[in-house]
């Protein structure tokens, strides 16, 4: 039983045949919302008209009930007639006649009048109708309830020279009537609904199966429109719905070819945006690793068991792309990746892997013994020739990185990440390097995380501090500064409590990450509270506070400052900015309008550690700054090296000739300040009054201050 039960539901699971569904077709049609909307208004139409017609004959057969009604009463009187014509004025009827016509006959009642409209007698029941005059002969009565009908008959109908009303029973006429409207109606259901069902199984056949054939082949396609299962059509290909299933048929079949030829170009494209290079045309970096790794488990050929794997990096590609454009930029890209591809074997693999980086990997066998060998040779082709792009030549010059699978690592994501590791430590070492992994690397690597990781929680603890070091007037000895120094106390489990981290090492992590602009906000609040302290004691000291490059171009620097300055209340001429030479070249133009800002707040605007770099002086002039700080590199040789004195006498007569204040910083000894009087400078800094020390330290050293720098001499 229960394997019928499956062969049965098996059966039933399986798809109908075309002739199957052809014999169910008058089913399906019933079925359909179409065919019943169709039939409701071919029914309705039929009975409408039918109705129509009915009302109109409706009237034709009651009236011709009441004309044969009439007819046979005239037929019953015009016998029943007595008596001469000699008389006018005496009845023809008697009573005799009119009891046995009232008994026998339809007529009620008979009201007899001469021509002349005399009443010569009545019989029966008493008329509604009464001849007064001429026009009264033509009417006819017929009571409310529809029993009673009156009508006049003439000498004409009579053969006498009478007029008779007859009153008679009509109260058949309704249920005949009746009757006559049941039967019509009957009828007219029957014929409806027998040239309705004629109709459709005319339009069924002509009309709605092809419409259902037609509706089932774009449901299946439109359930599988890559694959649609549709069938030949069986009708008729002459006429306009045969012709309109094969058009569709044929649209189908095009949809399904054209979804093919989409999904598969689709397919392509989607493989090649996601493991190819759109500029270069190389593989990306998903694909090389896939790629390295399908080699490294490969073991088809046992010679072949080390892969050397070298990412490379274009050293200042980023200034190409933003003074020459990245046309220009896009062009050497696709230049480099076809000058390694055609200087490499075909069982090398050259990537794209990012911006401006390349990655290769490359079987070490035959004469290739190592990584490096292949490294040297990618540096090699960059360095051979310039690049001509667009009858320009660009001397290109690349850092390398390399690892060797499995000598630096089992997992190739694992030996790629070492040989960025390398690659970072050829920029870090000034680039068009070639460096190998080393383990030393992952250390530094892991070190700097960990520093950066330590950095966030000495912000959240609070173990950030600021120093302050003395700036002062070289002619006067006044104390009219401070510059604020950033100071790490990290707590550990030693004697001391903690260790202090050189502003050396944690400054570089926090401005490559990032944080420096978060750090960069607290030191210059910080630094503003203290100045407001010192202000308020009526010391007119002026805090001086360094800015990195991304503070002054990730954020928004004129508007931190604008609501530091208001929110602390110190005036903003008590508030000295410190920037780097080398940031105020990155972008010129960005620089003069933050610089114009700034100054419109009215606070000072200095450029640190002046002569490092490189400063045009027609930008120079542009910038609207109140001081050049000499680099205290220049200030610890100037005794000892001409060329660093010169450059330091150098920068005091420019600033000079700019209208610019100079300060020197790094002045440990008395002759370091000698020199520097020597030369004009106006302010200094340094070892020779003041190490950096925290702000009580700092209020002690103002607070015992003579004002004079002969205390320093006799230390001296």
């Known amino acids: 039983m229960k394997s019928e039960a499956i062969k049965k539901k098996k059966a039933a699971a399986k798809p109908q045949t075309l002739s199957q569904r052809l014999m169910g077709s008058p089913t399906q049609i019933w079925r359909s919302k179409l065919s019943w909307r169709i039939t409701l208004v071919v029914f309705l139409t039929i009975m409408t008209v039918q109705a129509s017609i009915m009302s109109v ?7 011709a009930r009441i004309a044969e009604l ?16 000699t008389d006018l004025y005496a009845s023809p009827v008697s009573d005799a006649t009119a009891n046995r016509l009232i008994t026998t006959t339809k007529l009620n009642g008979l009201a007899v009048y001469s021509t002349d409209l005399n009443l010569l007698r009545t019989f029966g029941e008493p008329t509604a109708l009464t001849l007064r005059d001429q026009s009264s002969i033509g009417k006819t009565f017929r009571s409310a309830d529809g029993k009673s009908y009156e009508t006049v008959f003439r000498p004409s ?47 069924g056949r002509w009309l ?12 299946r ?4 429109p890559e694959n649609p299962r549709i069938e030949a059509s069986p009708f008729d290909k002459t006429d306009e719905i045969g012709v ?30 996601a493991y190819y290079d759109t500029l270069t045309s190389l593989p990306n970096r998903t694909l090389f690793l896939l790629s390295l790794n399908e080699k490294t488990r490969s073991r088809d050929n046992e010679n072949v068991t080390r892969f050397a794997v070298i990412t490379m990096d274009l050293d200042h590609f980023k200034d190409i792309n933003d003074t020459m454009g990245h046309n220009i930029g896009d062009a050497i890209l696709r230049a480099v990746g076809k000058r390694l591809r055609a200087s490499l074997p075909e069982s090398a693999i050259v990537a794209r892997s990012g911006e401006d980086e390349f990655a290769i990997t490359m079987p070490l066998s035959g004469d290739t013994t190592t990584a490096r060998d292949i490294a040297e040779r990618v540096i090699g082709v960059i360095r051979a020739e310039p690049f001509k792009v667009f009858n320009e030549m660009f001397q290109i010059r690349a850092s390398i990185g390399v690892a060797t699978y499995p000598d630096d690592g089992i997992d190739p994501d694992q030996v790629l990440k070492n040989a960025d590791i390398a690659l970072n430590r050829a920029k870090e070492e000034g680039r068009d390097l070639i460096k190998e992994y080393s383990e030393d690397f992952d250390r530094a690597v892991q070190q700097r995380f960990q520093m950066l990781r330590d950095l966030r929680e000495a912000m959240e603890k609070r173990q950030l501090a600021l120093y302050y070091q003395p700036q002062l007037d070289l002619n006067t000895g006044t104390v009219i500064g401070a510059e604020a120094l950033l100071r790490w106390f990290k707590p550990d489990n030693s004697k001391q409590g903690g260790t202090f981290i050189s502003p050396a090492d944690f400054v570089p992590i ?26 308020k004691q009526g010391r007119e000291i002026r805090i001086a506070v360094n800015v990195s490059g991304a503070q002054f171009y990730q954020s928004d620097i004129v508007s931190y400052t604008s609501k530091v300055l208001a929110e602390t209340g110190l005036p903003p001429h008590l508030l000295e900015l410190e920037v780097t030479e080398s940031v105020f070249m990155e972008d010129i133009q960005h620089t003069i309008s933050i610089l114009q800002n700034l100054h419109g707040l009215g606070v000072e605007l200095a450029i640190d550690d002046f002569g490092t770099g490189y400063s045009s002086l027609s930008y120079l002039r542009q910038f609207p700054i109140d001081r050049l700080k000499i680099d205290q590199s220049f200030i610890r040789n100037a005794l000892n090296n001409s060329d660093d004195a010169a450059i330091a006498r150098t920068i005091v007569a420019l600033g000079h000739s700019l209208n610019l204040k100079v300060i020197a910083e790094g002045v440990e000894t008395l002759e370091h300040e000698k020199f520097l009087r020597e030369q004009g400078c106006d302010e200094v800094q340094g070892f020779r009054y003041s190490r950096p020390v925290p702000k009580d330290k700092f209020n002690e050293f103002v607070g015992g201050y003579a004002g004079s720098l002969e205390v320093f001499d006799k230390s001296a």
């Open 510 to 535: 926090a401005e490559q990450s990032g944080l420096i602009v978060p750090i960069g906000e607290w030191v210059m609040r910080t630094a503003c509270e203290t100045a407001v302290e010192w202000h």
């Open 57 to 63: 004959t409706l009237r034709d057969y009651e009236a």
């Open 157 to 203: 109908a009579l053969g006498r020279p009478y007029l008779i009303v007859a009153r008679m029973d009509s109260s058949t006429i309704q249920p005949q009537v009746f009757a006559y409207v049941k039967q019509t109606i009957t009828i007219m259901l029957l014929m409806s609904a027998f040239v309705t069902t004629v109709l459709m199984l005319a339009l």
């Open 208 to 219: 709605l199966e092809p419409i259902l054939f037609l509706r089932g082949n774009l449901l």
């Open 244 to 273: 309109a299933i094969e058009i569709s048929t044929k649209l189908i079949k095009q949809n399904a070819d054209n979804i093919k030829r989409i999904k598969s170009a689709a397919e392509d494209q989607i493989h090649k945006l």
């Open 70 to 85: 009439v007819e046979s009463a005239r037929s019953a009187i015009v016998p029943s007639l007595e008596g001469s014509v």
């Open 221 to 224: 396609a439109s359930e599988n």
